[in-house]
């Protein structure tokens, strides 16, 4: 490894067990030299990140509820005693309830579309505007999406909407932040087998189909979607902001399955 990011620091949300994309991220900037914070929600969860944070020298995990403003607070308030200052932060949280997260998009529910929406967007923009408070010298922020956010695909629902509503919130955010020298970036992965993919209805077909059609006739790895973060996140993406960089093997130039799948 090269080291590049050696003395950086910064926050990662959203690991749920090892095969979290989150944690595929943080193992990725752990092995490049970076020094990381954890943030989980509940105890159930934080028996499951302390290992993995152990596992890349980190005793530093925070309970961390991103609908309660208080727990927010307390968040940054220990990586700013701990700290003083951070150079990235990784958000990879995102909520729906599973229910409706098959058959059709137009029966979603009030409740939960505000829900979704407050977890899955609103989060990221809270938590950029409490970050970019402790990035004097400039930043990264990287968020994660997925390409149901601007092509119908089944099941998916009302993941989509607040998926597309993030994906314009990294634009605004990289506008206004711009001139702190803080670049904001969302990582788009095709299908993986995690946690979070396993309650959207027909995940494993979905899987199946893209790995068939993409251009690289595969899904991404954990490793290729870590180490399109280790780039946002170090030197080398310094002029990179406002973007969605897709890591799908290429599923999302198709307009049409494969010939021989047709």
């Not at 620091?9 to 989150?22: C, K, P, Q, T």
Request: net charge negative; with cysteine; aromatic share 8%.
């Amino acid at each position: 490894m090269a080291d590049l990011m050696k003395g950086k620091r910064g926050l990662v949300m959203g690991v749920a067990n090892e095969r979290s994309i989150a944690w595929g991220i943080a193992s990725a900037l752990a092995a490049e030299g970076a020094e990381l914070a954890f943030s989980y929600q509940g105890e159930a969860f934080g028996k499951r990140v302390e290992p993995l944070a152990a596992s890349v020298g980190s005793d530093f995990l925070v309970d961390v509820d991103v609908t309660d403003d208080a727990s927010l607070e307390a968040c940054f308030g220990k990586l700013k005693d701990r700290w003083g200052t951070m150079d990235f932060l990784v958000h990879a949280i995102a909520y729906s309830d599973k229910n409706e997260l098959t058959g059709r998009f137009i029966n979603t529910s009030r409740a939960n579309f505000k829900h979704s929406l407050d977890i899955s967007c609103f989060s990221f923009i809270d938590v950029a505007r409490r970050a970019s408070d402790l990035m004097p010298e400039g930043g990264s922020l990287i968020t994660l999406t997925y390409g149901g956010s601007n092509r119908v695909t089944p099941n998916y629902n009302v993941m989509g909407v607040a998926k597309a509503a993030l994906e314009s919130s990294v634009r605004y955010l990289a506008n206004d932040l711009g001139p702190q020298k803080i670049r904001v970036n969302a990582v788009s992965p095709g299908p993986m087998k995690t946690l979070a993919g396993a309650a959207i209805g027909g995940a494993r077909a979905t899987f199946r189909h893209t790995e068939e059609n993409a251009p690289l006739r595969s899904n991404a790895t954990l490793a290729s979607v870590g180490g399109t973060a280790v780039y946002l996140c170090s030197d080398y993406g310094a002029f990179t902001t406002g973007e969605i960089i897709r890591v799908d093997g290429g599923f999302h130039v198709l307009g049409m399955p494969q010939q021989e799948n047709l």
